[in-house]
């Protein structure tokens, strides 16, 4: 039942009159009345003046909301210094958001000096106390070694307490460590379960990874229809990783009838977020004519964008189009640095094609084989499995 505008005013009134005699939750009410509209007209001003009156008395919640009025610069120059020294006097008083928040600020150096212990120290607190958000900051610390010894083990217990929350990036990191068995006996299944509450919630990395459960059948049945769905779901959000591994599905017509034409329209979406397997395909499709005219220049930048990343695959086809002469000036030296950085990844036919550019008489006979740019064997070929 709503109040009438009478009912809320008269309300107000009693408000504004205890908050003048110093009652500082009444005070922080009218703040917050202040800040939202609500009975009164909004006013920034107001709502800060009133929030600090409460605050210099104690009021938690009114110190949590001036920290994230000048965190967010609402109505005001956005100012991270007071921003971390309201957030501190609430934390100081056992606030766990405001421990959550201002061990975030304390890990980014927003604000405050840059302190991974002192962040590690203050997500504890608020993690403690059941904040998910904290719980999930303080396995992520785990996880990556920082302000505190790294352990996979621990960082599993805290990210398993936020995703019995609800806590979707924590249900995609449990996921991602059972699939791969960070920290925890691998077990598909679970990797599933976790990437479905996840991916449900909308997380875009979860529906991803999801399809790709799907797509390998590991956990769950193989349904490259439903691997698609995921995807999609994944590409409706701007998801670069599912754009490029869509247009896989298209490009080679699994769960979708066969489309060069979204494939390359999907490659080309991931190219333009930067992502590392979609400039890899998108410089297989001109290499091979797939969808577009052949272009060994396009195909040797978006290989030479895809390897400065790390794209193993990408590091050996550069590594081939350096030894041949293709889309770029032949260069042995630049062929074997290549091919040695995908080789130092563990790829077995980088390891093969840097002996052999080594040995001069080899490469001789391999230049003769590759030089029309589409002999077999000259690259790696594309498949949709090499895309994680």
């Known amino acids: ?119 590690a120290k203050l997500y504890l607190k608020a993690a403690n106390q059941g904040n998910a958000l904290a719980q999930k900051n303080l396995a992520d610390l785990y996880a990556q070694g920082k302000g505190v010894e790294q352990d996979h083990i621990k960082a599993n217990l805290w990210y398993q307490k936020a995703a019995m929350q609800g806590d979707a990036t924590a249900q995609y990191n449990l996921g991602v460590n059972y699939e791969k068995g960070i920290g925890i006996a691998q077990d598909y299944i679970k990797a599933v379960e976790w990437y479905q509450r996840a991916a449900i919630q909308g997380d875009v990395l979860a529906q991803n990874n999801l399809g790709l459960m799907y797509l390998k059948g590991q956990g769950t049945s193989q349904d490259y229809r439903k691997a698609v769905e995921w995807f999609q779901k994944s590409v409706d959000q701007e998801g670069a990783l599912a754009q490029n591994n869509l247009g896989l599905m298209y490009e080679l017509g699994l769960g979708v009838p066969q489309s060069y034409t979204d494939a390359i329209r999907l490659y080309k979406k991931s190219v333009a977020q930067d992502n590392s397997g979609g400039q890899f395909s998108l410089a297989s499709a001109y290499y091979t004519a797939h969808g577009v005219d052949q272009d060994l220049t396009k195909a040797f930048d978006l290989f030479h964008k895809s390897a400065s990343q790390g794209n193993v695959l990408a590091q050996n086809n550069l590594g081939s189009m350096y030894e041949n002469g293709l889309g770029v000036n032949q260069d042995s030296n630049k062929a074997k640095e290549w091919y040695q950085k995908a080789a130092d990844q563990g790829n077995a036919t980088a390891q093969s094609n840097f002996k052999l550019v080594s040995s001069k008489s080899q490469n001789m006979r391999r230049n003769e084989t590759c030089s029309n740019g589409k002999a077999q064997g000259c690259m790696i070929s594309q498949s949709i499995s090499s895309v994680n």
């Open 1 to 119: 039942m709503s109040l009438s505008l009478s009912a809320i005013a008269k309300d107000i009134s009693s408000i504004q009159y205890l908050a003048m005699q110093g009652d500082r939750f009444s005070q922080y009410e009218l703040a917050s009345a202040y800040y939202v509209g609500k009975g009164v007209e909004q006013n920034y001003s107001q709502a800060l003046e009133w929030y600090k009156k409460a605050a210099n008395q104690g009021e938690v919640a009114s110190q949590v909301s001036l920290g994230t009025i000048y965190y967010q610069g609402t109505g005001i120059t956005q100012d991270y210094v007071q921003a971390s020294r309201w957030y501190k006097k609430a934390a100081d008083q056992g606030e766990p958001s405001a421990q959550n928040i201002l061990g975030f600020m304390h890990e980014m150096g927003t604000g405050v000096a840059q302190d991974y212990s002192q962040a």
